[in-house]
């Protein structure tokens, strides 16, 4: 253990375990963004630098901004107020919902084969061989991701737009 | 001649020699400590200094370009009649922001509202690490150097979203969406006209792209991106989207001091402000920079008996030229509307973008083409630039001709 990875980790779960205990929408979303930064930060540390950046690029610069605006376009009349925890059985959906994905992500992690053991010296990955993997043997996870991607972003488009006719004024 | 070529060598070495011989009076363990440091210390004098006098050429050119002065009073304060043609203006101006009230609006998230221009400043100056200055002299020699880049870069939205939001004004958080929906958007073409480039060198590496353009085609044409048919339009497309992502005019939209009061710069006052702008000069200078790199041959030099000069130098001189250009722009061109912007980017510039994408594989592909065959690549080339340039033009101005005005007649 080193004194990086100790800061590191803190970093990551103090700023989830504050995000989830805090009553205020947005205070959460940014700390989570805190908290992408600290798992960057950690690829940084293992010395994946291609994946660290990427995270930055995507979670800190992208989906954050997706949590952000869902925040504020969902709850438009307090979206600053706090939050307080409203029922029973909300709760107790909130709970199948997150250990639902709780589960299938700990199935996977258990069930991918990890063998540590046998691991030889860490590999120095250029990004033009992640690039080869990517665009070789990998091509179909990533198509399939980009597919997912564009879908649901059909979707978001679908349900947030509003048909309403071009006044005539600004068409002329 | 042989003089100047010995004294061009050592400029070319000064700064590392400088660096490593101040690095010696460290003890040994700290001094890989000492070398990141002068590192950050000289992108700090050297940047601050270089946004310091860009406020003050900005507002020169720009008054020129108005047909009036600028700023030509503030000289030496301990000289009476001193003047210096205003060149000591932005240090007049840091000292005016240093002391100006900072006021906080009582209802304001306290700690998110000082947190976006401290932020926004950290981010903006942590891209200059992966820009090669000169020849050996860039701060951080990256694989992923582009990537890092924009991912850097890309925690400018998150400040501009705290800074609209945690200043509790419902004229802040409206303008910091629109920002955020400007930068968004512009931010797809700007990554876009950037990946040809990386495709044609195949690196991501910012030195290994300034190095890829060295060489001359027949001792005068330099091999920069720019003076290719996909390298020039993914040159103007990088311009238009660098200018849009720093908003600067045309694209000032954000903080339109005429439509909205300061955009989500409404509740900040003093050096807080100061600290925006310092990041929005920092962050178009970097954009420069990265253009130089990827377009304009970074740090080579355009003819081979103009090597003796230093490559740092050429490097700030086209950087200069480039800053110059776009306080030419903001001094020339009228503002857009927001929809008018948005649609630019959507329908115009990411299709072009995406073409010039294909452009750029068409001529890595042919790249070993000569002869007669050299005709056909720029052919082809250049006709799928002009080509969808002009259909996409002429097809989207479509019945959206010259406006009409209509005045009161009594």
Redesign the interface.
């Known amino acids: 253990m080193n004194l990086a990875l100790i800061l590191i980790s803190v970093l990551i779960l103090g700023s989830a375990a504050v995000a989830l205990a805090l009553r205020n929408l ?1 205070h959460s979303a ?1 700390l989570f ?1 805190g908290c992408w930064a600290g798992i960057a930060a950690f690829y940084l540390w293992a010395g994946a ?2 994946v660290a ?2 995270q ?2 995507i979670y ?3 989906v ?2 997706v949590v ?1 605006f869902a925040v ?1 376009l969902t709850r438009q009349s307090d979206a ?1 107020e706090p939050m307080n925890p409203d029922s029973f059985s909300r709760f107790m959906r909130a709970l199948v919902a997150g250990g639902g994905v709780a589960g299938i992500l700990v199935g996977a992690i258990l069930g991918t084969p990890m063998d540590v053991s046998t691991a030889g010296p860490a590999p120095t990955l ?3 061989e992640i690039g080869g993997q990517l665009m070789g043997p990998h091509a179909a996870a990533l198509l399939i991701v980009g597919l997912l991607l564009t879908v649901a972003l059909l979707g978001a488009v679908v349900i947030a737009a509003v048909d309403r006719p071009e006044k005539s004024e ?3 | 001649m042989s003089v100047t070529a010995e004294a061009g060598t050592f400029l070319e070495r000064a700064p590392l020699v400088l660096r490593d011989a101040v690095v010696q009076w460290f003890p040994a363990p700290l001094q890989w400590l000492a070398h990141h440091l002068i590192t950050i210390v000289a992108i700090l004098a050297v940047f601050g200094v270089f946004f310091a006098f860009t406020t003050v050429a900005e507002r020169k050119l720009l008054g020129r370009l108005q047909n009036r002065l600028g700023p030509n009073r503030a000289g030496l304060p301990w000289i009476k009649g001193s003047k210096l043609f205003g060149l000591t203006q932005p240090f007049a101006d840091a000292v005016k922001a240093l002391t100006k009230e900072d006021i906080v609006p009582a209802a304001a998230d306290k700690l ?1 509202h000082f947190l976006a221009p401290v932020l926004v400043v950290a981010f903006s100056l942590m891209t200059f690490a992966v820009l090669p200055f000169g020849r050996n002299l860039i701060p951080v020699e ?3 150097a582009l ?2 880049f ?3 870069g ?2 400018t ?2 400040a501009i ?2 800074a609209g ?1 945690a200043s ?1 004004n419902k004229y802040s958080l409206l303008a910091a ?1 629109r920002a ?1 929906a400007q930068v ?1 958007s512009y931010e797809l073409p700007l990554m876009l006209s950037v990946v040809p480039v990386v495709l044609v060198v ?3 590496s910012t030195s290994e792209i300034a190095l890829a353009q060295g060489g001359w085609t027949f001792g005068f044409l330099p091999h920069w991106h720019v003076f290719t048919p996909w390298g020039f339009f993914g040159f103007l497309l990088f311009l238009v989207a660098a200018l849009a992502e720093s908003n600067r005019a045309p694209f000032d939209l954000p903080e339109a001091e005429s439509e909205l009061i300061a955009g989500h710069l409404t509740e900040y006052s003093g050096f807080k402000y100061a600290l925006f702008f310092m990041a929005e000069y920092f962050g178009l200078t970097a954009l420069s920079g990265l253009g130089v790199t990827l377009f304009l041959g970074g740090w080579q030099a355009p003819f081979a008996f103009l090597e003796f000069i230093p490559s740092y130098a050429w490097f700030m001189l086209k950087l200069i030229g480039m800053i110059g250009f776009f306080i030419w722009a903001r001094g020339t061109l009228l503002r857009l509307r927001i ?1 008018q912007l948005t649609r630019l980017a959507w329908q115009f510039m990411v299709p072009l973008a995406l073409i010039n994408l294909g452009n750029a594989a068409f001529w890595a592909l042919t790249s070993g083409w000569s002869g007669p065959l050299q005709f056909v690549r720029w052919g082809v080339s250049i006709a799928l630039v002009v080509g969808p340039f002009i259909l996409l033009g002429r097809g989207l101005n479509g ?1 959206r001709g010259p ?2 005005y209509r005045y009161a007649t009594s």
């Open positions: 947005i940014l963004v630098e291609f950046f990427a930055v690029l800190v610069g992208a954050s901004m952000l504020l600053a250029t990004v033009k600004d068409a002329s | 998110l990256l694989d992923a990537l890092y924009f991912a850097a890309s925690a939205e998150l979203f705290m939001w509790r969406m955020l968004i195949g690196s991501l929809d019945g406006r009409t």
